[in-house]
């Protein structure tokens, strides 16, 4: 099936936040944001921006009738500055004018007088000087200190990574409007409507039931609409509610860039130890988050890089640490993969440390170290692996031995330009691991007519969810997917929503939607049951059509919803879905948090120009797990999609602060991400279709964010393609790998820090690659 938002995408006709018809009398806000990363405000001054004609208003700290706070995890951000800035483009004053045009002039008139105080951008400088966002916390499987003299081969190392931008097309915004007996209706471009509408209540010290936030759609989200979109809700509706007009603020994408937070960078220091036989034995691992200024999701952030930090592998002693470390950049947020793409990069490098030293293939280390089902992973829980059988197919299917020797042989015949080739096997949980928020609701209607209407706390960004959920009802309904529509996101028909992310929007609705159609359906088989004298078993619902024990019956569709509302039966249900089984002990750091695992393995291939440093991912190729999907070109849509993000990420996106805390990649000029230019080639897809019993919806498992870490693997293959030209080139575990780094790794001289070939250990190996 089609997504259903295809033919109002390419026509122009879907509505995003930009496109909700604007009411008379509509003011627009611009924030003004600190221009210093830290410091104390001594005096703002107002006076040159107030003389603006157009200027309605200016609001600050002290204007906020509730609380001046919009935390989620932790209680640390204030929605505007009042004694102390914490990042360079915080929030301080938002300007209301009768124009857009107007409200960003009047931004340019705010002056502010700041001490400055030290500013920290680094984290493992931030975590010295114990400026943490909440304490450290290890996950501990047997017992690393003892692993070590087992080793034949420990190496030690570390990593650097780097953010990224979100991008998404569209900008951040919201739009407020006031409503009868003080009540706000807020559209908001968010991931998380209920956040929206708590942070809201909380600004205007209200209850949540006089704030109603909808969604229609996003143009996109990718993780940083999931908490930051609560900051332009809440200015809009604190002006909205302090005026009694409506507000809107839709982001200018620098406002956008400068002000909000990005994926986390990342440092990380590693050290893995092998026997003789390649097998990983022990793995530590520290990790140095950059949270920026306030907690923000770091800490879930953090958690997830813990959960994911021996990726698809089994390692029998593990001990990995994770320092959320406060500094003062915009707090850094989710970001597709939410830490998990950071922690699989570290195991990564060290296994490609490891494969250098002893002079092996990296490839032999990680498909002799793929976890099995039965074994457990670091928190506890116990694999049900895919990840060999995805492995297995990507050789027959791709011919993995027949693409290295190709490799090889271009690197003999050719100079000046290299290819390189990397796997990357990756394996993702699906939940929130926070085990609570596993939870949604659908709100089902069959009208009196047969068609039906859906409402769900999902919000569609793009994946295409909502065609998903379309798809979950028309088949519990056996009706034509015409017959189903699905009404935008909103607080008022669907509460206390978790925000749309951990890739389980489709399963948790869906769940939810199938849960509700099918009690509707258990009703309505009623009454066929009894108007035909048979019990509710005999009775199917196919192609529109009840049939009695398997044979045509005088009813159809419309005729068993018209009796069914004639005998006043409800045609309503409201389900409830909570995934079973899951649950997690954070004092012991085990449990069962994910309902299941996403598993796949890539092959990654690069062609690096010797001269220039620049370079093409040429391909990548892909066995992925989708359980039974059941919608193939959605889920083919998004793993293209996380490939080349995850591939702009780990080559040219590049996110810079000065040493000042002052974003640098501010505007599309600056940062640069890939493009139809850089986009491999071919991506080549094949499904590992499984029948295992799984938690996901129609067994069609999610899909959001696992692909995004395939593009890890052009890291790697960039790496080998460099190694291919300077086999002990210095190359540290620093992202993104620009051309710039590239350059500078293929002229480089070796670093006895990070090249240690010791050749003659490995000719005692015996190891058979
Ligand atoms: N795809 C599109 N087109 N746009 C997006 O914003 N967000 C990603 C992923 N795919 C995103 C996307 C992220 S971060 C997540 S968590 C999932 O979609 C969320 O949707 P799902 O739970 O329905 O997979
Ligand atoms: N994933 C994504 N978003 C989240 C999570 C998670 O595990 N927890 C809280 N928000
Ligand atoms: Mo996705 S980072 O969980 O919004």
């Known amino acids: 099936m089609k997504n259903i938002d295809s033919i109002t995408h390419v026509s122009g006709t879907s509505v995003y936040l930009d496109d909700v018809p604007v009411i008379n009398g509509t003011l627009y806000g611009a924030a003004f944001g600190s ?44 929605l505007l500055a009042d004694t102390h800035v914490h990042f ?13 045009e107007a409200a960003r002039a009047a931004v340019k008139k705010i002056r502010v007088k700041i001490t400055s105080l030290p500013v920290i951008t680094d984290p493992r400088e931030a975590q010295a000087k114990g400026e943490l966002i909440v304490p450290p916390r290890t996950f501990r499987l047997g017992n690393t200190d003892s692993a070590w003299e087992q080793c034949a081969y420990v190496i030690t190392g570390n990593a650097d990574i780097n953010g990224q931008e979100h991008l998404y097309i569209e900008t951040q915004g919201a739009y407020a409007i006031p409503q009868e007996n003080n009540s706000l209706r807020i559209y908001s471009s968010t991931q998380g409507p209920t956040a929206v509408q708590r942070a809201v209540s909380g600004i205007i010290g209200q209850p949540m039931h006089r704030f109603e936030v909808i969604v229609t759609r996003l143009g996109g989200g990718f993780g940083g609409k999931e908490d930051q979109a609560n900051t332009w809700a809440a200015l809009c509706a604190l002006a909205a509610w302090r005026l009694n007009k409506p507000v809107k603020y839709a982001l200018h994408r620098m406002e956008d860039m400068a002000m909000t937070g990005k994926r986390h960078p990342y440092a990380a220091d ?52 994770g320092w959320s470390c406060r500094t003062n950049l915009p707090p850094n947020t989710a970001f597709r993969g939410f830490g998990g793409p950071q922690g699989m990069f570290v195991i990564e490098a060290a296994i490609a440390k490891a494969a250098h030293v002893l002079q092996v293939d990296a490839a032999l280390i990680q498909r002799r170290n793929l976890i099995r089902s039965g074994q457990p992973f670091p928190y506890g829980q116990i694999a049900e692996s895919e990840a060999p059988l995805c492995w297995e197919k990507l050789e027959e299917r791709f011919d993995i031995t027949e693409q290295q020797r190709k490799v090889k042989q271009f690197n003999e015949n050719n100079s000046l330009f290299k290819k390189g080739i990397a796997l990357m096997p990756v394996c993702f949980g699906i939940s929130f691991t926070n085990t609570l928020m596993n939870n ?24 295409g969810v909502n065609t998903k959920i379309l798809q979950v009802a028309a088949q519990v309904f056996s009706i034509p997917a015409d017959k189903v529509r699905l009404h935008h996101t909103s607080t008022n028909t669907i509460a206390n929503t978790s925000p749309s992310a951990a890739s389980a929007t489709a399963d948790l609705n869906g769940k939810a939607t199938l849960i509700a159609c099918t009690a509707i359906v258990e009703r309505l088989k009623q009454l066929a049951a009894v108007t035909f004298a048979v019990t509710p078993a005999d009775i199917t619902l196919v192609n529109g059509h009840v049939l009695v024990n398997g044979l045509p019956s005088a009813w159809d569709w419309y005729q068993l919803v018209t009796t069914a509302f004639a005998k006043r039966i409800c045609l309503s249900e409201h389900g409830h879905y909570a995934t079973p089984q899951i649950h997690y002990d954070a004092v012991n750091e085990k449990g069962h948090p994910f309902a299941y695992h996403v598993y796949g393995t890539a092959m990654l291939e690069a062609t690096v120009d010797c001269i220039r440093g620049t370079y093409t991912i040429d391909a990548v190729k892909v066995v992925h797990d989708f359980g039974n999907s059941m919608n193939t070109d959605i889920d083919r849509g998004q793993i293209e999609g996380g490939i080349v993000q995850g591939i702009g990420w780990m080559t040219m996106e590049e996110v810079l602060y000065d040493r000042d805390g002052k974003l640098r990649s501010n505007a599309l000029s600056t940062y640069k991400v890939p493009d139809i230019y850089a986009a491999p080639a071919t991506i080549a897809i094949e499904a590992l279709q499984t029948d295992r019993d799984n938690l996901a919806v129609f067994r069609s498992k999610a899909v959001g964010e696992p692909p995004l870490m395939y593009g890890i693997g052009a890291w790697f293959a960039l790496q080998n393609a460099v190694r291919a030209f300077h086999p002990n080139a210095d190359i540290p575990f620093v992202t993104p790998m620009t051309p710039e780094k590239v350059l500078m790794a293929l002229y480089s001289t070796t670093n006895p820090e990070t090249n240690h070939p010791h050749a003659e250990t490995v000719s005692h190996l015996g190891i058979d690659q």
């Open 35 to 78: 221009p210093c990363a830290h410091g104390v405000i001594s005096e703002l001054i107002l006076d040159d921006a107030l003389q603006l004609p157009e200027v309605v208003r200016i609001f600050t700290a002290a204007d906020i009738p509730g609380h001046n706070e919009i935390g989620g995890i932790i209680k640390d951000e204030p």
């Open 88 to 100: 360079c483009g915080m929030p301080i004053a938002f300007v209301v004018a009768r124009s857009r």
């Open 440 to 463: 949604a609701r659908s709100l089902v209607h069959v009208y009196s007519d047969g068609s039906v209407g859906i409402s769900t706390g999902a919000v569609e960004m793009g994946q």
């Open 270 to 321: 590693f050290k893995i130890g092998l026997d003789k036989d390649l097998k990983i034995l022990a793995y530590e691992a520290s990790f140095f988050q950059n949270a920026g200024a306030s907690a923000d999701l770091s800490p879930a952030v953090l958690a997830r890089t813990l959960f994911h930090c021996t990726n698809s592998y089994y390692i029998p002693h593990v001990t990995a640490t």
